[in-house]
């Protein structure tokens, strides 16, 4: 199947379908093929097969068309974009560091102050938030852009990877998995080391900060198979205090539109539950004409494959 260089519909065209069939209309984005005209509450794909059809535009540039034959095979067992380079590495020891600092910053502040409970209250709230965050950012990343996104697109294109080959986490080494969050957060977190005191506030920061670095870990343990797991790394899934396997597995299952939060996954069944992804992406499409590529299943983007 082609791939889509953006999925960016004009919503015009979806609020106005041409009348009655067998035409087709080729335009630079998209190629419309009309049946009968339908209302815009009925426009999700696979719905109703007289609805007006959007499909993707089928011509690819030949630079889409090369990119896309080199990534048509997994990444082999000692494929350099799966090792720790210095750099990954001297990222993911600052982001450490930076969490760290917080988090020795909050327990002092609070052994002088002999309050303990409001910090650690904000840091099981940081906790809490984090899987949200993760299941946001994941929903996004997964959904919109291509790897021409400006600042996001290195991340897009790893995870449509990984929906291909969803194993090939597992092989990729620590620094090299968590190096990306790890600059953010190491950027992040900085400023409130160097500027603030406050023991609660470092407990909410470092619990969040942290998780949110070591999701793209908790991430590959889902990926793993329980015998390569440490005992202790099983019994906190089995807990739920890490995303399980089995939870994550559903995200790449059909529909491919669930189980996205990726710490402890404790947000997944009320996201799921409340559709509130699906409403989400509704207003965008709504808003900006923009599809989120759950909508176009079955696609190769999302299948893995054998
Ligand atoms: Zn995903
Ligand atoms: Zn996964």
Redesign the pocket.
């Known amino acids: 199947m082609a791939v889509l260089s953006h999925q960016h519909y004009p919503l015009k065209s979806l609020l106005h379908p041409v009348p009655t069939c067998q035409h087709q209309h080729r335009s630079h984005s998209v190629r419309v093929t009309t049946c009968s005209a339908t209302s815009s509450t009925n426009l999700k794909p696979g719905s109703n097969p007289n609805q007006l059809v959007i499909e993707p535009r089928l011509a690819l540039s030949s630079t889409t068309s090369t990119t896309t034959a080199a990534k048509s095979s997994p990444p082999l067992l000692n494929d350099p974009a799966l090792q720790s380079t210095w750099a990954h590495r001297a990222w993911v020891a600052t982001g450490c560091s930076t969490v760290l600092v917080s988090l020795a910053k909050s327990i002092a502040a609070a052994a002088s102050s002999h309050i303990w409970l409001e910090p650690m209250l904000a840091g099981y709230i940081g906790y809490v938030l984090a899987d949200l965050g993760s299941g946001v950012y994941h929903w996004g990343i997964d959904n919109y852009g291509d790897e021409s996104t400006p600042i996001f697109g290195s991340q897009i294109e790893a995870f449509q990877g ?2 291909r080959w ?1 194993r090939t ?1 597992t092989r990729r080494q620590f620094a090299n998995n968590l190096h990306a969050l790890a600059r953010v957060i190491a950027f992040t977190v900085l400023p409130f080391d160097l500027l603030c005191n406050d023991s609660t506030i470092h407990g909410f920061v470092c619990m969040l900060a942290g998780c949110i670095m070591f999701s793209q870990q908790f ?1 590959a343990w ?2 793993s198979t329980k015998s390569k797991l440490p005992p202790l790394v099983v019994a906190l899934q089995d807990a739920g205090v890490l995303v399980s396997r089995s939870q ?1 597995a559903a ?2 299952r059909p529909p491919y539109n669930n189980n996205y939060c ?1 710490v402890s996954g404790v947000w997944n069944e009320f996201l799921d539950k409340q559709k509130v992804f699906e409403a989400l992406e509704m207003i965008l499409f709504f808003k900006l004409g923009v599809r989120p590529r759950s909508w176009s299943e079955p696609s190769s983007k999302w299948i893995e494959e054998a």
């Open positions: 990984h929906h969803p986490i991430h889902a990926h994550h995200h790449h990726i």
